[in-house]
Protein backbone atom coordinates (compact mmCIF):
# COMPACT_ATOMS: atom_id res chain seq x y z
CA UNK A 1 0.00 0.00 0.00
CA UNK A 2 1.39 3.53 -1.07
CA UNK A 3 0.94 6.83 0.97
CA UNK A 4 1.03 10.09 0.35
CA UNK A 5 0.85 12.56 3.26
CA UNK A 6 1.17 16.09 2.40
CA UNK A 7 1.69 18.91 5.01
CA UNK A 8 2.21 22.63 4.68
CA UNK A 9 -1.09 23.98 3.83
CA UNK A 10 -2.32 27.42 5.32
CA UNK A 11 -3.93 30.13 5.90
CA UNK A 12 -1.52 33.31 4.82
CA UNK A 13 -1.84 37.09 2.95
CA UNK A 14 -1.37 37.74 -0.79
CA UNK A 15 2.05 38.15 -1.38
CA UNK A 16 3.29 35.83 1.32
CA UNK A 17 4.55 32.43 0.98
CA UNK A 18 4.40 28.41 1.73
CA UNK A 19 5.86 25.59 0.91
CA UNK A 20 3.79 22.52 0.69
CA UNK A 21 5.50 19.33 1.36
CA UNK A 22 4.74 15.08 0.33
CA UNK A 23 6.42 12.49 1.50
CA UNK A 24 5.73 8.61 -0.22
CA UNK A 25 5.37 5.71 1.87
CA UNK A 26 5.14 2.29 1.58
CA UNK A 27 5.20 -0.59 -1.29
CA UNK A 28 6.64 1.69 -4.12
CA UNK A 29 7.87 0.35 -7.32
CA UNK A 30 9.83 2.08 -10.54
CA UNK A 31 8.60 5.49 -8.48
CA UNK A 32 7.94 8.34 -11.50
CA UNK A 33 6.94 11.79 -11.98
CA UNK A 34 5.61 13.19 -9.05
CA UNK A 35 3.56 16.55 -9.13
CA UNK A 36 1.09 19.09 -7.70
CA UNK A 37 -2.41 19.63 -8.23
CA UNK A 38 -5.37 22.17 -7.15
CA UNK A 39 -8.85 22.17 -6.84
CA UNK A 40 -10.86 25.46 -6.10
CA UNK A 41 -14.86 25.07 -4.95
CA UNK A 42 -16.53 24.23 -7.86
CA UNK A 43 -13.99 24.01 -10.12
CA UNK A 44 -12.32 21.23 -11.62
CA UNK A 45 -8.81 19.57 -10.29
CA UNK A 46 -6.03 21.10 -12.72
CA UNK A 47 -1.93 20.61 -12.63
CA UNK A 48 -0.01 23.32 -11.12
CA UNK A 49 3.30 21.86 -11.46
CA UNK A 50 5.08 18.35 -11.96
CA UNK A 51 8.82 17.06 -11.77
CA UNK A 52 10.21 13.83 -13.52
CA UNK A 53 12.61 11.26 -11.36
CA UNK A 54 15.07 13.02 -13.75
CA UNK A 55 14.48 16.92 -12.44
CA UNK A 56 12.14 18.05 -15.78
CA UNK A 57 9.70 20.22 -14.56
CA UNK A 58 6.44 21.49 -15.95
CA UNK A 59 4.43 24.43 -14.68
CA UNK A 60 0.69 25.45 -15.12
CA UNK A 61 1.17 29.40 -16.70
CA UNK A 62 -0.84 30.75 -13.97
CA UNK A 63 1.99 29.73 -11.55
CA UNK A 64 5.26 29.98 -13.70
CA UNK A 65 7.97 32.31 -12.04
CA UNK A 66 6.06 32.72 -8.45
CA UNK A 67 5.93 28.63 -7.79
CA UNK A 68 9.18 25.66 -7.67
CA UNK A 69 9.04 22.37 -7.52
CA UNK A 70 11.31 20.33 -6.46
CA UNK A 71 11.93 16.45 -5.45
CA UNK A 72 14.22 14.46 -2.75
CA UNK A 73 14.57 11.00 -4.50
CA UNK A 74 16.15 9.52 -1.98
CA UNK A 75 13.03 10.37 1.03
CA UNK A 76 10.29 9.61 -2.00
CA UNK A 77 9.17 13.67 -1.36
CA UNK A 78 8.13 16.56 -3.58
CA UNK A 79 8.33 19.55 -2.99
CA UNK A 80 5.87 23.00 -3.97
CA UNK A 81 7.56 26.61 -2.87
CA UNK A 82 4.71 28.77 -3.37
CA UNK A 83 5.83 32.59 -3.26
CA UNK A 84 3.96 36.02 -3.88
CA UNK A 85 0.78 34.18 -3.54
CA UNK A 86 -2.55 35.27 -5.25
CA UNK A 87 -5.86 35.26 -3.29
CA UNK A 88 -6.63 33.13 -6.49
CA UNK A 89 -4.24 30.26 -5.58
CA UNK A 90 -6.81 29.46 -3.18
CA UNK A 91 -7.52 25.75 -3.45
CA UNK A 92 -7.11 22.26 -2.11
CA UNK A 93 -3.59 21.20 -3.01
CA UNK A 94 -3.25 17.50 -4.27
CA UNK A 95 0.02 15.68 -3.84
CA UNK A 96 0.24 12.99 -7.05
CA UNK A 97 2.64 10.48 -7.51
CA UNK A 98 2.91 8.11 -10.68
CA UNK A 99 4.40 5.00 -9.44
CA UNK A 100 3.06 2.37 -11.82
CA UNK A 101 -0.89 3.57 -11.15
CA UNK A 102 -1.74 6.83 -9.77
CA UNK A 103 -1.97 7.64 -6.21
CA UNK A 104 -3.50 11.16 -4.91
CA UNK A 105 -2.97 12.48 -1.53
CA UNK A 106 -5.06 13.73 1.07
CA UNK A 107 -4.94 17.27 0.22
CA UNK A 108 -3.75 20.40 2.10
CA UNK A 109 -6.20 23.57 2.09
CA UNK A 110 -3.94 27.02 0.92
CA UNK A 111 -6.07 29.96 1.66
CA UNK A 112 -4.68 33.26 0.75
CA UNK A 113 -6.53 36.33 2.03
CA UNK A 114 -6.11 39.73 -0.04
Known amino acids: QVQLVESGGGLVQAGESLRLSCAAS????????MGWYRQAPGKQRNLVARITRGGSTDYADSVKCRFTISRDNAKNTVYLQMNSLKPEDTAVYYCNLDARRIYWGQGTQVTVSS
Open 26 to 33: GSIFSVGA
